[in-house]
């Protein structure tokens, strides 16, 4: 039968078309799938495994926190937020750009974390957000569990000091000079006990149990540690620094 003249003659789609019709389907089912996926991953997977969620100090580790925590620590104004949202109280030191040992991006921690002694020495902002942290989510679970209470101060030898590694003439400078490093040296705990790292981290009972536990766990939130296993230099404290390099030990 003829058509009328009005009505367009069809002819079969070609292979070609058909294929690339085909294909953008394909396209369209993918993109379909991948949102519904996105959305469910952003609904209900934990917040510490997505890398766009917000970096919180009271989320434990998960899949994406060192990504995070790696952006939290170059950016200063992040790395603030991250600690005041996590109720940590600091107050901002100005930044020293000039003499030997210039200081950049540092602060002194307040409150919101175990106290510090000598109290709120001068750190960098991603030194701080190390102990932090740490305070959270290793020293303290570590102590409820081997000694049964908490930790009421963290002793140490000091963050910042204008010298060169171990003190020598020549040489890189030491992680110190910029107030990136603290020396820990020794727990004072709740119920009045105080474990040092000289006389209790090579000790078989729960002494050298949780110092050993506290400086492992450093290591997921600091980049370098070193402590007695190390060597001779650090049989009295636990050394952990944000710095360029990474060892655990």
């Known amino acids: 039968m003829k058509l ?34 996105t959305w469910a ?13 917000p970096l919180r100090l009271d989320d434990p580790p998960g899949l994406a926190t060192a990504v995070k925590f790696q952006r939290a620590a170059d950016d200063p104004e992040l790395c603030r937020a991250v600690l005041e949202a996590g109720g940590v ?14 200081l950049t991006n540092t602060l002194r921690l307040r409150g919101g974390v175990t106290p510090l002694g000598p109290a709120a020495p001068v750190m960098t902002c991603p030194l701080a957000l190390s102990y932090a ?26 963050v910042f000091a204008c010298r060169n590694v171990y003190g020598r003439s020549e040489g890189r400078r030491s992680e110190h000079a910029t107030a990136n490093a603290l020396d820990v040296s020794a727990l004072v705990l709740e119920d009045g006990q105080r474990l040092s790292v000289i006389g209790d981290f090579k000790d078989e009972g729960e002494g050298g149990t949780l110092m050993r536990a506290v400086r492992t766990g450093a290591c997921d939130y600091f980049r370098a540690v070193l402590s007695p296993d190390y060597n001779a230099a650090h049989a009295d404290h636990l050394h952990m620094d944000y710095g360029r390099f990474g060892l655990c030990r």
């Open 4 to 37: 009328p003249p009005w009505i367009p003659s069809l002819k079969p789609a070609s292979a070609e078309a058909l294929a690339f019709g085909g294909f953008w389907a394909f396209l369209l089912d993918a993109a379909l799938v991948v949102i519904a996926l």
């Open 41 to 53: 991953i952003d609904a209900f997977a934990p917040p510490q495994d997505l890398p766009w969620k």
């Open 89 to 102: 109280e600091f107050t901002n030191e100005p930044d020293r750009p000039t003499g030997n040992c210039p």
């Open 133 to 158: 942290f740490w305070d959270r989510h290793v020293l303290g679970p570590a102590a409820r569990q081997v000694m049964e209470t908490d930790v009421a101060r963290v002793e140490h030898y000091g």
